[in-house]
C-alpha cells in the first residue's frame, strides 16, 4: 500500500488548512467509535482520515458540519421563546421581591441578629477609645 500524501487530498479539498481541519475531526470521529469506510491496513486514525479523504467514501459536507459543530461556542436550540420580553414571566416576583426588603432608615433582622453575637468583646466606646479603632485612649 502506497504511503496517503497530501497531494492526494488536495485534489478533493483544495485548501490545505480547510483539509487539515476535515481530517482531524474525521481522525477524532473514528478515535470516538465511528465506523472505517476504508480497510485500516494497521495505519493511525489520521492516516485512515487521510485516506478516507483522498478515496472519497466520506461525506465532505456532513464532516464540514460536523466541525462547525463541534466549533461553536453557543449551540442553537429549538427552544419556544417567551413573548413579552424581561420580567412577563411570573408578575408575583416583584411584589414578592419588595416585601422581603428592609424598611429605608431601619435596622435589618441581619443586624438585629448581629447585636448579641459578640457580646463577651467590649466595645471601643466602652474602653474610652475612639469609636472604630481598636487603639486605646491616651492618657
Do not use: W, Y
Not at 30 to 38: C, K, M
Not at 116 to 131: H, I, K, S, V, W
Amino acid at each position: 500500500m502506497a504511503r496517503v500524501t497530501v497531494e492526494d487530498c488536495v485534489l478533493k479539498i483544495p485548501n490545505r488548512f480547510e483539509l487539515v481541519m476535515l481530517a482531524s475531526q474525521r481522525a477524532r470521529d473514528i478515535s470516538s467509535g465511528a465506523g472505517l469506510t476504508i480497510d485500516r491496513d494497521n495505519d493511525k486514525n489520521p492516516v485512515v482520515a487521510l485516506r478516507e479523504i483522498a478515496d472519497a467514501t466520506i461525506d465532505l459536507d456532513a464532516l464540514s458540519n460536523s466541525v462547525i459543530q463541534g466549533l461553536r461556542k453557543h449551540v442553537e436550540t429549538d427552544e419556544p421563546v417567551e413573548e413579552g420580553g424581561f420580567g412577563s414571566g411570573d408578575p408575583d416576583i416583584l411584589s414578592d421581591l419588595m416585601q422581603t426588603q428592609p424598611e429605608p432608615g431601619g435596622e435589618s433582622e441581619a443586624e438585629d441578629d448581629m447585636d448579641g453575637e459578640f457580646e463577651d468583646e467590649p466595645l471601643a466606646e466602652e474602653e474610652g477609645g475612639e469609636p472604630g479603632t481598636d487603639a486605646p485612649p491616651e492618657a
